[in-house]
């Protein structure tokens, strides 16, 4: 029986090795995606309101982060210029 986390967690990397090819779209989550004062996402608002609502880290700046560290770790010490 296949452990669907496991999937999950397959799949998130999947899409964030996807997204590491974009540099721009993750410069562009990781900003807007900031943290408020209140810990909440800035980004992620209440629809029609705009008002802030997910707890930051959003699962949007966590995939965009996961992705930039993905990233980095290819253009490492060792790695092509
Ligand atoms: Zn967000």
């Known amino acids: 029986m296949p452990d669907s986390s496991q999937e999950a967690h397959k799949r998130w990397l999947r899409i964030a090795r996807e997204l590491a090819t974009l540099d721009d779209v993750v410069e562009q989550l990781l ?3 900031a943290r408020t004062d209140d ?4 980004c992620c608002t209440r629809p029609g309101r705009g008002t802030p609502m997910l707890p930051w880290p959003c699962s949007l700046y966590s ?3 996961t992705a930039q560290v993905l990233r980095d770790s290819r253009h490492g010490p060792g790695g092509p210029a």
Do not use: E, W
């Open 39 to 42: 810990g909440l996402c800035a």
């Open 63 to 65: 995939l965009a982060r």
């Open 31 to 33: 900003s807007r995606h």
